[in-house]
């Protein structure tokens, strides 16, 4: 059984920076992720957009919101990714996570629960699978290659402008109606780029590899008109699933599917906390700022209670 001070469960931008407090206290501190990608929704759902309202950052895009947090966090936080936390079990002072891991204290930082991409529509196989993308890592990847993107909202929008700001990158923007659900300016945006083509109202219905390419059959709607259009690469913008089943579970007070929280971020369970979206009380905003600033109030919490003969130093500037 590997043995920690603190779990966080959710490394979206409230988890990761709460594992940089904790580090701050000395807590040894382990963070899961049910995805292979730590940032939650910034990093899925609005990667380029600018945030407006982090403290001290006058404008500051998503990504690399994502990026300082987690390179602050990797030098010290023991990360597991791909793993979506199942079961919390308690036992005596400390509780059990997955059968695998015994911690003193847990703060669930699950946000709206845990991602999965609404997958592509058709039937593929391992090699197919392989050229399919459900968001973008990184933008350069898609340099020198033609991409269909497929989806009408702000995320497929905004990795369409990106991968088409790449060297040699040729992109068709593949949606099922003429009107897109994301910002009118970014379809602006798009229809000025001469490396972008934008094929609607139109259906995938066949899916496979044909000269080395994928070769996808769209159906244009509301005739019987099929089109061959070949990719080396397709980026699926149907949006994601948020599944919040687990924290039914962990026997924690909900509200709406949401955590209730004390004024210390500590739930009805001793020892349990929550912060961030997952959690609600009166007056609470989906703000990261504020989910920052109730990581700051669990860790101090759970400081008193699990070291109550040390000194606590509150400010970081004295530790
Ligand atoms: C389009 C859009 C624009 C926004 N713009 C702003 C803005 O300008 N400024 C601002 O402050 N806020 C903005 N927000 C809100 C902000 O993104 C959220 O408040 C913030 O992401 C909440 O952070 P979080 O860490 O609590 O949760 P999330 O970001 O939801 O992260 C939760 C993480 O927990 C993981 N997880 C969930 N369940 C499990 C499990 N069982 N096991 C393991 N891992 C799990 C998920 O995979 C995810 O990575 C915006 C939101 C959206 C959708």
């Known amino acids: 059984m590997k043995k920690f001070d603190l779990a966080i469960i959710g490394a979206g931008p409230v988890g990761l920076f709460c594992a940089n407090f904790a580090h701050l206290h000395g807590l040894n501190t382990i963070i899961f992720d049910s995805l292979a990608e730590v940032g939650g929704q910034p990093k899925l759902l609005y990667p380029f957009k600018e ?39 308690q036992s005596n002072n400390e509780f059990v996570i997955d059968d695998d891991y015994s911690v003193r204290s847990v703060i669930i930082a699950t946000g709206t629960g ?39 909202g702000d995320s497929a929008l905004d990795w369409a402008i990106e991968i088409a700001s790449q060297p040699a990158a040729k992109i068709k923007l593949v949606h099922r109606r003429n009107e897109f659900r994301g910002l009118e300016s970014s379809v602006t945006k798009l229809k000025s780029l001469k490396n972008v083509e934008i094929k609607t109202p139109y259906l995938p219905k066949s899916i ?19 089109t061959d259009e070949q990719f080396d690469q397709i980026i699926v913008g149907y949006g994601f699933r ?33 912060i961030g979206d997952v959690t609600t009380y009166s007056g609470r905003v989906p703000l990261i700022g504020l989910g ?23 400010h970081s500037t004295s530790i």
């Open 242 to 274: 948020a599944n919040n089943q687990f924290v039914k579970k962990w026997g924690v007070n909900l509200v709406n599917n949401q955590i209730e929280v004390s004024r210390s971020m500590e739930t009805n369970i001793p020892g349990i906390y929550a």
């Open 51 to 89: 945030i407006l309202d982090i403290p001290a950052y006058s404008s500051i895009l998503a990504h690399e919101l994502i990026t300082k947090l987690q390179n602050d966090a990797r030098q010290h936080t023991t990360f597991v990714l791909n793993h979506p936390v199942r079961a919390i079990e």
């Open 292 to 314: 920052f600033g109730e990581a700051q109030i669990a860790i101090t919490t759970i400081m008193r209670k699990l070291f109550p003969e040390k000194t606590l130093t509150i």
């Open 114 to 152: 845990f991602f999965s991409p609404k997958k592509f529509p058709l039937k593929t196989n391992e090699e197919i699978e392989k050229r399919i993308h459900y968001y973008v890592k990184d933008p350069q990847d898609f340099a020198h290659q033609k991409v269909g993107v497929f989806g009408g």
């Open 208 to 226: 496979e590899i044909r000269d080395n390419q994928l070769n996808i059959s769209l159906k244009k709607i509301g005739s019987n008109a099929i």
